[in-house]
Nanobody, 115 residues
Framework: QVQLVESGGGLVQPGGSLRLSCAAS????????MGWYRQAPGKQRELVAI???????NYADSVKGRFTISRDNAKNTVYLQMNSLKPEDTAVYYC?????????WGQGTQVTVSS
């Protein structure tokens, strides 16, 4: 069982920045594939960014060049640095861990981009 706790969401103006954090339980965090997903009202949950154990990353086209996913294995934490935020980035952001084929989700953190 892996527990995930997200933090760092909030209200930000267009063009602003936020950094989300996701702290994971477990002794083998370094081998987890970690991802950030988001779900806007009335829409399906979508992949934002993913980082594998070796550090390779992948991003949704809509966030490329604006968002950066990173991980600190010593702290069992994955981050999502979000810059140049747009109103369409408004959503609940979820952290996911994939461990030996099983998926674990956090509770989500709200990000609202509005003036």
């Amino acid at each position: 069982q892996v527990q995930l706790v997200e933090s760092g969401g909030g209200l930000v103006q267009p063009g602003g920045s936020l950094r989300l954090s996701c702290a994971a339980s477990g002794s083998f965090f370094s081998i987890y594939t970690m991802g950030w997903y988001r779900q806007a009202p009335g829409k399906q949950r979508e992949l934002v960014a993913i980082i594998i154990s070796g550090g390779s990353t992948n991003y949704a086209d809509s966030v490329k060049g604006r968002f950066t996913i990173s991980r600190d294995n010593a702290k069992n934490t994955v981050y999502l640095q979000m810059n140049s935020l747009k109103p369409e980035d408004t959503a609940v952001y979820y952290c996911k861990a994939r461990v030996t084929g099983l998926d674990y989700w956090g509770q989500g953190t709200q990000v609202t981009v509005s003036s």
